[in-house]
Every structure is written in structure tokens, then in C-alpha cells.
């Protein structure tokens, strides 16, 4: 009774977003602490109240979403509902209803809440999704506490944005660690004023110093060169510490280009069946070595 009374909310949560003016913007929050009334949710309300367009708030905390550990299963892969009944449809129906969409996550131990990554185990499911979800605009923001320990939230939340094609119109990371602290420093109320005016305009915030196909900021160092753990980009710093492109690998495109990368998993798991045989004569070996222990 209490999980049909669940889902006839979430039906009507969704429904309830499509009930706007014609002219009027829908704008998604999602609110990455369990905190309320902390830093991540006064910001995004802060950038909300800076855009110059008629448009309603929605806002989603995401801890408190269930989503539970992908099964491996490749049922998503091969078209088949996904055999876990949790809220990522709820969430993935909402990003592809709203017309833009500001993510706020704080850092905890160096990366952003867990729940980002839990859903991110799942984004096979973003395929089902991507022609709605593509190239709309987001802001990602990053909030932390000890000086210079971002440490890679960021990253996170940009792959978060980038496998549903997101176009990410701003990445930040701003310090503060009390509770709703972060409007208490002008500089931020500024930075909300501007990613409220750049969210539906042409403007976007570049990073100066990440990788000069994505903006990420983490690489990996290989034989001179870096390569961008994000989009895979090839690049160098020459000695003027100019950025200098190497290789785009063009992991992130158009949904058509996008959707090549289900198409190769699907041919894996053909291959797979193909040599099941063999595979499983070499492995079976392993089945009974060691001992399972629960809690």
C-alpha cells in the first residue's frame, strides 16, 4: 500500500512540473547535501532568484532518493526495463522535463556526496534518455570546506552532466563549511548574480586551466603528454604554460555519436555469449576458492 502510495506521488510530482506557462521556464535543482537550509540549497536558490526569466524552481534532495547498485545485467543494453524498481526513472523523467538544471553537491573526504556516484553506476539508463536531455544547460557547483580540498568532486559531477549531455554552462567550486554560511561572503552573491544571468544566455564560464577540450581538471600523465580523465582529450603545456591540444577522442557529441558507445557494449555482450563456453571452462576453477563472509 505504502509503495503505490509512493509511486501515484511521484506520478503526480511529474505531472505537476508540466503545468506552467507557455512562456515559463522549468529549472531543476538538485540538492546534493541531506542538509536543509544548508549551503547547497540557499546557493541554488540564491542563483534561481538572479535569472531574468519567468520560470518555477523545482528541487530534488538527492540523498534522500533510493538507487539501488546496478545488477550487471546489460538488461538496459539490450532494451529490457531495468530489473530495479528504485527512483532513477523519477529522476531521469524530471531532468528531461526541465528546461535547465543546477547541481550543488558538497565535498565530503574529497568527492562529492556518494549518492552522484551511485547514480552515475547506473547511467547506462542515460541512453534512454539522452535526445531529451541533451544540451541542456547546467551549472555545477562544489562546495567545501578545507582550503584547497576539493580534491575530485568536480569531476564527478561533470560526468554526472556530460553522459546526459548536459551543456555545462559553469563549473565552481566555492569554500564554505558552517551551515548557510555561503551567502554570508558578497563575493558568492556575486557569482550567484552571474550564473543566474550566463544559465540561458550564449555565456559560459571556462576554466582557464583544465583540460582545453572539456575544462576538466584531473589527468593522467603519460610519456610527455596528459590525457584527460574525463573526455580522454590528448594534450600538453608547453614552456610558456600554454595548453596545447593533442588528440580529441570525441567521447561526448551528439546523441546519435553518444549512443555508438551502447551499440558497442550491446556488441560485447554478444561476444560474450559467443564465447561463453570458453570463458566460463577457464574461470570456473575460481568458484570455490576462498571464503564468503557477511555481516
Not at 248 to 275: A, Q, T, V, Y
Request: aromatic share 8%; glycine share 6%; hydrophobic share 40%.
Amino acid at each position: 500500500m505504502l509503495d503505490r502510495m509512493k509511486q501515484e506521488a511521484k506520478r503526480q510530482s511529474f505531472k505537476n512540473s508540466e503545468l506552467r506557462t507557455p512562456n515559463s521556464k522549468l529549472i531543476l535543482g538538485l540538492i546534493g547535501s541531506p542538509r536543509k537550509i544548508g549551503n547547497c540549497e540557499v546557493f541554488v536558490k540564491e542563483i534561481s532568484r538572479h535569472i531574468n526569466l519567468d520560470h518555477k524552481l523545482h528541487l530534488i534532495r538527492m540523498p534522500s532518493l533510493e538507487i539501488l547498485p546496478c545488477r550487471a545485467c546489460y538488461g538496459c543494453i539490450m532494451d529490457k526495463p531495468c530489473p530495479n524498481k528504485d527512483d532513477m526513472e523519477f529522476l531521469l523523467n524530471h531532468i528531461a522535463q526541465s528546461d535547465a538544471i543546477i547541481v550543488a553537491s558538497p565535498v565530503y573526504f574529497l568527492g562529492a556526496h556518494s549518492i552522484f556516484k551511485r547514480i552515475l553506476d547506473r547511467g547506462l539508463l542515460f541512453y534512454n534518455f539522452i535526445e531529451k536531455t541533451y544540451n541542456k544547460p547546467c551549472i555545477l557547483v562544489n562546495i567545501y570546506g578545507v582550503k584547497e580540498r576539493v580534491g575530485v568532486a568536480p569531476h564527478t559531477l561533470m560526468s554526472f552532466a556530460s553522459f546526459l549531455g548536459l551543456n555545462i554552462k559553469a563549473s565552481l567550486n566555492i569554500r564554505a563549511a558552517l551551515p548557510g554560511e555561503i551567502l554570508t561572503d558578497e563575493r558568492n552573491i556575486e557569482k550567484a548574480k552571474r550564473l543566474g544571468k550566463i544559465l540561458f544566455s550564449r555565456e559560459m564560464i571556462k576554466n582557464r586551466y583544465g583540460c582545453p577540450f572539456c575544462g576538466c581538471e584531473i589527468v593522467r600523465m603519460e610519456k610527455g603528454k596528459f590525457i584527460c580523465t574525463l573526455c580522454h582529450g590528448h594534450f600538453s603545456i608547453d614552456e610558456y604554460g600554454k595548453r596545447i591540444k593533442i588528440k580529441d577522442e570525441g567521447i561526448f557529441g551528439s546523441p546519435e555519436h553518444m549512443l555508438l558507445h551502447k551499440e558497442w557494449l550491446r556488441s560485447m555482450k554478444n561476444r560474450f555469449l559467443e564465447r561463453r563456453e570458453e570463458i566460463l571452462k577457464n574461470t570456473i576453477r575460481h568458484k570455490d576458492i576462498g571464503e564468503w563472509i557477511e555481516p
